[in-house]
C-alpha cells in the first residue's frame, strides 16, 4: 500500500558512467538544506552482491555522505538475484522511508529493476519444469541457439535482453511458453506510475560517454579487480555474479584463458554496448526529465522540480 500524502519518489537513472550516484547524493544535500531528510534505494542489480565493489563502482560508506542507503550488499555472490524480489523489497523500504516522513531516491541503473519498481507491473507465473528444460538447453547449446529463438519469438524482447544475458533469454522463453504470448506483453509499462514520483534521467553524448566509459574500465583493473574476483572465486560464484560485465572477463583472465589487455578491451566494449541499452531503455521513460550530465545546474535543476515553485514538493 503506497503511503497517502507522502512525499513522491525521486528516481535517478541513465547509462553508467554519467554520474547518477553524485546527482542521487547531491539532491538528497539539497533536500537536506531545506530540512527534507531523505533515503537512497539502490537499483543497480550488481550492487546487490557483497564484494563486488571495484567492477560494480559501488560507493564506498565514506563516500555516502551519511544519507542512508538501501538494497547494497544483500545477496551474496553465490545467491541469484529475482527481479520479482527486488520489487517486493525495494517497494517496501519506499514505504517505510515515506511513512517515517522522508524522501525516498532510487538511483541505478537496471532498467528492469527500475521498471518493476515505479511502473505498475505484475510478473507472470513461472514453471519450474519449463524453466529447468530451458537452462539445460542454455547449459548444453549455449546462449547463441536460444537467442535466435527469442529473435523469432519476440524480435523486440531479444532486442532489448541482447544476445549475451542467458539469464533473461531464458526467462523470455519461459513467459513466452507460459503465456502464449510474446515476452514485451509482460514487460511493464512505461505509462501507469506505482506512486506519484519524479524521474530524471542523465544523459551524455556518446562521443563524450565512450572515452568515459574505457576510462573506468581501466580504473578497474588499476583499483585491483582482478584481486577482488579472486577473493570472491574462492567462495564460490554464481551464475549471475560469474557472468556480469568486468567479472566474467577478470575469471578468464585469472584462468589464463585471456590476456589482461583482452580482457580489458572485451569488458570495454560490453560495457559500451550496455550503456547503448540503457540509454535504450530509459528512453521509453514518458515522465522522465532529462539532464546533461556535466550541467553544474543539474542537482539545482531537479530539485526545483522536486520542492516545487512554492517550496513544498509537488505532484508527479
Known sequence: ??????FPLVVVVGATG??????????ADGLASQGIASEIINADAMQLYRGMDIGTAKLPLEERRGIPHHL???????????????????????????????LPIMVGGSGLYVSSVIHDFQFPARDPEV????????????????????????PAAAQSIGASNGRRIVRAL????I?????????????TLWTPAHIFGLTAP???????????????WDSGLLDEVDSL????????????????QALQQLAGSLSEAEAIEQTAALTRRYARRQVGWFKRYEQCRWLAYDDPERAQSALAVVMGENGTHGDA
Do not use: W
Not at 174 to 177: G, N, Q, T
Open 1 to 6: 500500500m503506497v503511503v497517502a500524502n507522502a
Open 18 to 27: 554519467t554520474g547518477k550516484s553524485e546527482l542521487s547524493l547531491d539532491i
Open 72 to 102: 547494497l550488499d544483500v545477496l551474496d555472490p553465490t545467491e541469484e538475484a529475482s527481479v520479482a524480489q527486488y520489487q517486493t523489497d525495494a517497494r517496501h523500504i519506499i514505504e517505510q522511508i515515506q511513512g517515517n516522513g522522508r
Open 131 to 154: 524453466r529447468e528444460r530451458l537452462e539445460k538447453e542454455l547449459e548444453l547449446h549455449g546462449v547463441g541457439l536460444l537467442f535466435q529463438r527469442l529473435q523469432s519469438l519476440d
Open 174 to 177: 519461459e513467459v513466452i511458453e
Open 179 to 191: 503465456t502464449g504470448e510474446p515476452f514485451g506483453a509482460g514487460l511493464p509499462q512505461e505509462t
Open 206 to 220: 556518446r562521443e563524450e560517454l565512450v572515452p568515459r566509459l574505457n576510462a573506468r574500465v581501466q580504473q578497474m
Open 233 to 248: 572465486r574462492s567462495g564460490g560464484l554464481g551464475v549471475t555474479a560469474a557472468r556480469a560485465i568486468g567479472y566474467a
